[in-house]
């Protein structure tokens, strides 16, 4: 006969149980954080003509001919800007880039559609959440993506979908675009030796720069006027990790977005073709945006990053259900959601600021 379990056991064992039944994955996000993008929509509201012209531009690429409001006169309801409806509609462009991939990149587009669910639960912020367990496979999906830009690094400059060719053109930036050249030569010498050249590495599209940190002590040239000296730094599979993550996703927003850039970010020199307009610089002479207001759109969507990175950090270290136990994939975690954050804000932030300047005035911000 089998022996019974120990009376003291039991209650230990209901507590396990209802543990294991009772935890998610899904961090709620609503009602914890402030992003902005609820004052963007809120401020449009009782302005519909406004309104239809910030769903409008949310729905595309910013490099794209603003689209038309629909026909006041349509029967069709107009939406308003802060429903779920709308919402949705300014993750479209991520849409139509993972249907391009999965057009040139069959075997690999499919995996986006994880981070396609992601976008659609975190972007309206009555009901924004965050599920770990997707945003885990989103990192394993850019660690493949990376290691497939070093097998057929020739054959992506040469055909391949914009995203691709923006993500190699990012991870080489990371990486210094590391060429060779020779040197001078010197009198009386047999042999001409050869110098290693390193950029400063990546640049967002805000002018950040990211570089990879085992790089050796170098000159790098940061114009052909000037130059400087790093050391190199500790390569840490934290850093890396989290960097390489958040390559992966400036790549995939920027080609969905194409948010203006500021002049010398990598995003302007990703290679195209003749179907292809080159990605949109900032034009100080024809803004579509003030400078002041593209400095409240880049603080904004910084403050939205830091929020985000904050809260997934706390909550996937230490002792809660989320709790992951492990350095490494905790900081690409936290990384992760907050560029995800950042970048849906520079989207919507620059719409804002775009519609509402188009009618001769900037709203300041409560």
């Not at 001919?65 to 029967?75: T, Y």
């Not at 009198?187 to 720069?209: A, L």
């Not at 936290?334 to 804000?345: D, N, Y």
Request: charge should be negative; include cysteine; proline fraction near 4%.
């Amino acid at each position: 006969m089998m022996n019974r379990l120990p009376y003291f056991l039991l209650p230990l064992l209901a507590i396990l149980f209802i543990q294991a039944g009772c935890s998610s994955s899904v961090l709620e996000l609503h009602g914890q954080l402030d992003l902005h993008r609820g004052d963007f929509r809120q401020k449009l509201a009782d302005k519909k003509e406004l309104a239809e012209k910030f769903l409008a531009c949310t729905r595309q690429a910013h490099d794209e001919q603003l689209s038309e409001p629909r026909d006041s006169g349509a029967s069709l309801e107009p939406l308003s800007p802060d429903s779920p409806e709308a919402h949705a509609i300014s993750v479209r462009p991520l849409g139509i880039v993972i249907d391009a991939i999965r057009r040139r990149h069959h075997e690999k587009g499919a995996s986006l559609s994880i981070l396609a669910d992601i976008l659609t639960e975190m972007a309206n912020d009555e009901t924004a959440r965050l599920d770990l367990d997707k945003l885990t496979q989103v990192i394993d999906m850019a660690r493949r993506w990376h290691g497939h830009l070093g097998l057929d690094e020739d054959q992506l400059e040469r055909d391949s979908s914009r995203f691709a060719r923006t993500l190699l053109t990012y991870n080489k930036a990371y990486f210094g675009d590391l060429s060779f050249t020779a040197r001078s030569a010197s009198t009386g010498s047999s042999h001409r030796g050869i110098v290693k050249v390193v950029s400063k590495g990546f640049v967002d599209r805000s002018g950040n720069v990211l570089l990879f940190p085992g790089i050796s002590a170098e000159i790098i040239e940061v114009s052909p006027a000037k130059s400087l000296r790093v050391s190199a730094g500790t390569v840490d599979s934290q850093r890396v990790s989290a960097d390489l993550t958040r390559i992966f996703l400036e790549a995939f927003f920027d080609t969905a977005f194409r948010v203006p850039a500021v002049h010398g970010a990598t995003a302007l020199q990703v290679g195209g073709n003749s179907q292809e307009s080159p990605y949109p610089e900032f034009d100080a002479d024809h803004p579509a945006i003030s400078l002041e207001a593209l400095a409240r759109v880049t603080r904004d969507s910084w403050r939205a990053e830091a929020a985000v990175t904050s809260l997934v950090g706390r909550t996937v270290r230490g002792g809660s259900l989320f709790g992951a136990n492990n350095e490494t994939l905790a900081a690409t975690l936290e990384t992760a959601a907050g560029v995800i954050a950042k970048k849906l804000v520079e989207h919507e932030g620059f719409c804002y600021y775009k519609v509402a300047q188009g009618r001769g005035s900037l709203e300041s911000r409560p």
